[in-house]
């Protein structure tokens, strides 16, 4: 038993019998997956959503309903993948796009709509800066992926996607409103600081995760999936930052 912290990346997710009606196992020594697969599969979707991020930015705000695509298509693409086991390249590829038009009108909105210019860029290079000093610090074997880190990990997790939730409910019903998420105080600020820091260790437990699945000689064609494991942290993780940034610019103002 090895689960990561992501919901897309399952105990099953590399196991043989997970996948019966395939024939990836039979030639094994020429069809393994491995790290340098995943990297490659994981630049190339992070190159769509960029693309198709960059590309909507600057086709607001009349182009402004397709966040919503982006939302719902990527929620719907993201449950099959994960409830189906698929890995189908173009599958994927379209969750990476339809998630772009989410970053960027999101982006378009802290930077235009509220005026904070740059901020887009400036999440961005904070995203990567994490994903690397997470690689090394794992690389360096200075956090190790272990069962009272997975629990504690987990139940965090729990409690900030049980507060999303909540948040979601107010806002679609209009009753109510949950603060630590949205506003920009210092709770508020440190509210996205754990998260992000969650969002973190969520990135080792995907590395630590993957690297098992290698070790159990997991086909290649689960290259797609294990990338689209890590593009869920990193997506969320951008979301994250672009939200803390917006927090912390919007209180110094005050």
Known sequence: MYRSGNPSLSDSTFHKSSYKDTSWWDNYDSNMMTMEGVSEKTGLLLLITTTTALATAFSMPEFAPLIYLGFFGSLVIALIVIFSGSTNPALICTYAALEGLVIGGLTWIYEVALDIPGIGIFAALL???????????Y?????RWDRNLAIAVYSCLSAIMLIYIISLLGWVTGLFDVPIIHDANPMGIAFSLFVIGIGALCLVADFDFIEKGVQRGAPKQLEWRAAFGLMVTLIWLYLEILRLLAKIIIYTRR
């Not at 995203?127 to 610090?137: C, G, N, Q, R």
């Open 127 to 137: 995203t990567f800066t994490v994903l690397f000093t997470m690689i090394a610090i």
């Open 139 to 143: 690389r360096a074997g200075l956090i």
